[in-house]
């Protein structure tokens, strides 16, 4: 953002990332169909379903460990694929190996939400915009790069440089300070109420739930269903 004067009272869009702009669940289920057809020697009788399962299962627990500090980036690496093949009672050696071919494939599956450039060009007309985003740094760069996000985001915070993980208030007061403190309307987007919705409205921003497989959420909250319809909210 360059200038001063009005451009500071300009409000602020920040969305979410995985599962907001880019389809990070979609990635994820391709790249690790990839990879249980690529280690099929490995898997045995094992179908893609119940390691898809497992590795959900352990990643989320991991994920979590690792936002209340229990763990660090390292050991969440080393046992995202060797807790979920020891519960399956494979081979948890081969965890190294298998994390790395799925990294390559998760890349190479990278795909953008339907309308995320519209509505980031749209955004960036009539605000600030930036993306506020757990994940570790090099990865969500690397989204951000693949599809020229920088074009319309002109802040982008993420968890790893903060020290905070969403729903903490940490990561979202980062978000305001480095878009410069003021006062202002302050809109976070994203898809996940416990850690979007919940984290974005204790910090003092007007939170819009992406729902885009219409799941609901468990108390009254503006959301929408596709990103197009972000238009008139903001």
Known sequence: MT???PNLARPLFFFDLDDTLVDH???EEDAHRETHAFHASLFGSVAFEDWLAAYRRNNLRLWHEYGEGEIG???LSERRFA???ADLGLDAA???AMGAFYRDAYVRNWRLIEGAEDVLEYASRAGVVGILSNGFREMQQAKVARFG????VRH???SEDVGA???SRVIFDAAAKAAGGQERRRVYVGDSFATDVVGSKAAGWFPILFDRHGRGAPEPVVFVTRLVDLKPLL
């Open 3 to 5: 200038g001063q004067g």
């Open 25 to 27: 669940h979609a990635a």
């Open 73 to 75: 980036r390292k050991t």
């Open 83 to 85: 807790l979920p093949l």
């Open 94 to 96: 081969g965890g190294a």
């Open 149 to 152: 996000l920088d074009r319309w």
């Open 156 to 158: 982008i915070v993420l």
């Open 165 to 167: 993980m969403k729903p």
